[in-house]
């Protein structure tokens, strides 16, 4: 199944299992080889953009447009290729940014140095502005992780007040949050059948260690769990694999 608009011809469950399906595709065509990371997400990034239209088909319209980064306060989590992605990334841009005044990863060691170990509440509380927004703007936008591209609202105004402590509740779009889970969840179930580290960790932690190991990816693909020490726990390990294994494809 065509995994890019497949929401259009089933409900999740079917949508769920033919994501999985081309996840472990993938996966078994690129064992332990560095084209994993960019065919794994290439695929996830266009589920999420080719279905979310569709699910989304019935509701208001999203007050979110690249540039504005009112919501990038919050704590993001993501997986581990997302992270060596943006790793690789980030490896590659800085020289360029660096000549422009921007220093990304400096940035980012500060932000991590205020915020590590906290949790999701604590962090709503810090209001600590992302360290990739640069001029108001995204600088990773192009490999954002799935958390921040599920993260949608229908009101620019309750965001501001959201951001500014003033209200708690903001009308985020559903259609996001579900197809973000089931992409996301059906990618982690396939990473863990092929025995890859699958669980979430907090961005700016796992960035850094990413970062501070150049062999990093190398080993992910060898099956180690090189972001380990930024694993987020809210909800257990052993929970999420038992729904795994009731979800599985047969
Ligand atoms: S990575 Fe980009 S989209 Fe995500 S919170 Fe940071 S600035 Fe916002």
New binding site residues.
Partial sequence: MDTSTAAASGGPQDFYRALHQAFDATLARHPGRPALLDALLGQAFDSFQGNVAIQCEDEPPLACHRGC?T??T?R?TATTPEVLLVARFLRAVQPALRARGIDLIGQLRAANAGSQGLGEQERVGLRQV????AQGV????AV??L??RGHASHDVKACVAAARGERDEVPYSAGHHLVRALVQNAMQSALRDAGLAWGSVE?NQALLLALDQPEAEARWLSGEDVLAAAAVHEVPADEMAAVFDRLRPH
């Fill in positions: 980064a919501c990038c919050l993001v992302c360290p990739f927004i995204c600088v990773i936008y954002r992780p958390a921040c961005f």
